[in-house]
């Protein structure tokens, strides 16, 4: 607050010290009689024209930091900005991964699932068709069923 305050301080200083320089070198005590009391009007006016080239300089310095300042806020915010997308990207790749994961999984316990029930089906088949008919080729079917069921136990 403080500083917004003093800001202002160098050109209120300088408008001040234009309008004292302009009475100084264009009025005298006829046109205000305040002007009187000054002895040498000229030498305040020199005076005051070099204190209002310094005031220009201080307002020209205040006015530059205050310019840095807010391009410094600006790319700040901006940066901020950028880091926030970027979180924002992240977070969502890292969603569609987890989906994918989840997708693959699934579609992994389906597949065991459909591979599980032709397996189960065939022994079926193959039982059901030895029982039917004990012939030397569905007693070929049933046995290759089995092995079937041996090798690929883990799945059951």
Same mark, same amino acid.
């Given at each position: 607050?403080?500083?917004?305050?003093? !800001?202002?301080?160098?050109?209120?200083?300088?408008?001040?010290?234009?309008?004292?320089?302009?009475?100084? @070198?264009?009025?005298? /005590?006829?046109? %205000?009689?305040?002007?009187?009391?000054?002895?040498?009007? +000229?030498?305040? #006016?020199?005076? =005051?024209?070099? !204190?209002?080239?310094?005031?220009?300089?201080?307002? %020209?310095?205040? *006015?530059?930091?205050? $310019?840095? +300042?807010?391009?410094?806020?600006?790319? @700040?915010?901006? /940066?901020?900005?950028?880091?926030?997308?970027?979180? +924002?990207?992240?977070?969502? /790749?890292?969603?569609? !991964?987890?989906?994918?994961?989840? +997708?693959?999984?699934?579609?992994?316990? $389906?597949?065991?699932?459909?591979? @599980?029930?032709?397996?189960?089906?065939? =022994?079926?088949?193959?039982?059901?068709? %030895? /029982?039917?008919?004990? #012939? *030397?080729?569905?007693?070929?079917?049933? #046995?290759?069923?089995?092995?079937?069921?041996?090798?690929?136990? *883990?799945?059951?």
């Amino acid at each position: 607050m403080w500083l917004n305050f003093l !800001a202002l301080v160098p050109s209120t200083l300088l408008t001040v010290l234009l309008i004292a320089i302009a009475f100084l @070198r264009f009025y005298d /005590q006829t046109d %205000f009689e305040f002007l009187g009391f000054i002895a040498h009007p +000229r030498i305040w #006016s020199n005076q =005051c024209t070099v !204190a209002a080239i310094l005031a220009a300089l201080a307002n %020209f310095g205040v *006015e530059w930091n205050r $310019r840095n +300042r807010e391009t410094d806020r600006l790319a @700040r915010e901006a /940066q901020r900005r950028i880091e926030e997308e970027q979180r +924002r990207i992240e977070e969502e /790749q890292r969603r569609v !991964a987890q989906e994918r994961e989840a +997708r693959n999984r699934e579609a992994e316990t $389906r597949e065991r699932q459909i591979s @599980r029930t032709r397996i189960q089906t065939r =022994c079926r088949i193959a039982e059901i068709q %030895f /029982q039917l008919d004990r #012939s *030397e080729t569905n007693r070929r079917n049933l #046995s290759e069923a089995l092995a079937l069921l041996r090798e690929y136990g *883990e799945l059951f």
